[in-house]
T-cell receptor, first 114, second 110 residues
Framework: AQSVTQLGSHVSVSEGALVLLRCNYSSSVPPYLFWYVQYPNQGLQLLLKYTTGATLVKGINGFEAEFKKSETSFHLTKPSAHMSDAAEYFC????????????FGTGTLLAVQP | DGGITQSPKYLFRKEGQNVTLSCEQNLNHDAMYWYRQDPGQGLRLIYYSQIVNDFQKGDIAEGYSVSREKKESFPLTVTSAQKNPTAFYLCATTQGPEQYFGPGTRLTVT
């Protein structure tokens, strides 16, 4: 069965500092991996995805993530945090296929301090 | 303007009443999903539908029901059998590996 673990339910960084949100997954087949962002009382917005090909993927708002098969990780990074990055971030894994069901991590709430 | 709409944004009901949450999409996507979100638990799949007139239970289907009579619409009914219905409900569609989410409905049952 697939699963996703996000280390750290709350992360706080200073404005301008590096953002690192951790995600580890388990999957018996090559996974599709996603990061979504959620602002309060809103739906989820796709930040970036890995399906095949280049293991370093770039997303919106300056975020990027690297798929490391050997470490079963897909950590999200941004070189310099902005106040507008404060939100909850979810990592998700899917096997694709007909049902395309997503398995979500429990989320990481990112706070950005001025 | 393409997208997924969920209405209403906030919904209040008394315990023991059934309530139906709306999800409409004009993206022409085949598959639609319903998730429930609780603090600290991420998103959990309630029901999903890959084509019209067909749907499957997700991980937490007990106390919920759905229908898929039209491609554009996938309403979710929260029945009185659902023991803890207060939550944020999200509808999603997919056409490819990623899913696209609506703005959500926050249901409060007292």
């Amino acid at each position: 069965a697939q699963s996703v673990t996000q280390l750290g339910s709350h992360v706080s960084v200073s404005e301008g500092a590096l953002v690192l949100l951790r995600c580890n997954y388990s999957s018996s087949v090559p996974p599709y991996l996603f990061w979504y962002v959620q602002y309060p009382n809103q739906g989820l917005q796709l930040l970036l995805k890995y399906t095949t090909g280049a293991t370093l993927v770039k997303g919106i708002n300056g975020f990027e993530a690297e798929f490391k098969k050997s470490e079963t990780s897909f950590h999200l990074t941004k070189p310099s945090a902005h106040m507008s990055d404060a939100a909850e971030y979810f990592c998700a894994v899917s096997q694709g296929g007909a049902t395309n069901k997503l398995i979500f991590g429990t989320g990481t709430l990112l706070a950005v301090q001025p | 303007d393409g997208g997924i709409t969920q209405s209403p944004k906030y919904l209040f009901r008394k315990e023991g009443q059934n309530v139906t949450l709306s999800c409409e999409q004009n993206l022409n996507h085949d598959a639609m999903y319903w998730y429930r979100q609780d603090p600290g638990q991420g998103l959990r799949l309630i029901y999903y539908s890959q084509i019209v007139n067909d749907f499957q239970k997700g991980d937490i289907a007990e106390g919920y029901s759905v229908s898929r009579e039209k491609k554009e619409s996938f309403p979710l009914t929260v029945t009185s059998a659902q023991k803890n219905p207060t939550a944020f409900y999200l509808c999603a569609t997919t056409q490819g590996p990623e899913q696209y989410f609506g703005p959500g409905t926050r249901l409060t049952v007292t």
